[in-house]
């Protein structure tokens, strides 16, 4: 299973940019996904989760009202748009692959995800 992230770059704040996360070699049907963060000196943090259909999704207190997770199924790709950038969203960003649940659900833990993608950079300047 391999986890490609994109689309993350540089803006100013207040600025809008809408992260892809690729998965292949595995359906994300049942799978939840999430987001996570690392800025430098700092440890990696839950940024947002999405349960399998996408009925659910679930926020890092920070993000709420700006970021918006989603994804597509049928592209076995998940999105996170974020608008109203903050510099200290300035971060790498991660997705990640969760559990596979019948039941919908999200989670915030990193340890339950198993697999991470490489990481897409974001900066944004005041």
């Known amino acids: 299973v391999q986890l490609q992230a994109f689309g993350g770059g540089s803006v100013q704040d207040g600025g809008s940019l809408r992260l892809s996360c690729a998965v292949s070699?595995?359906?994300?049907?049942?799978?939840?996904m999430g987001w996570f963060r690392q800025a430098p000196g700092k440890e990696r943090e839950f940024v947002s989760s999405?349960?399998?259909?996408?009925?659910?999704?679930d926020y890092a207190e920070s993000v709420k009202g700006r970021f918006t997770i989603s994804r597509d199924n049928t592209k076995n790709t998940v999105y996170l748009q974020m608008d109203s950038l903050k510099p200290e969203d300035t971060a790498v960003y991660y997705c990640?692959?969760?559990?596979?649940?019948?039941?919908?659900?999200?989670?915030?833990?990193?340890?339950?995800?198993?697999?991470w993608g490489q990481g897409t950079q974001v900066t944004v300047s005041s």
């Open positions: 999405i349960s399998r259909s996408g009925r659910y999704t």
């Open positions: 990640a692959l969760g559990p596979s649940r019948l039941k919908e659900s999200t989670t915030t833990r990193t340890r339950d995800y198993e697999t």
């Open positions: 070699g595995r359906a994300l049907s049942y799978s939840i």
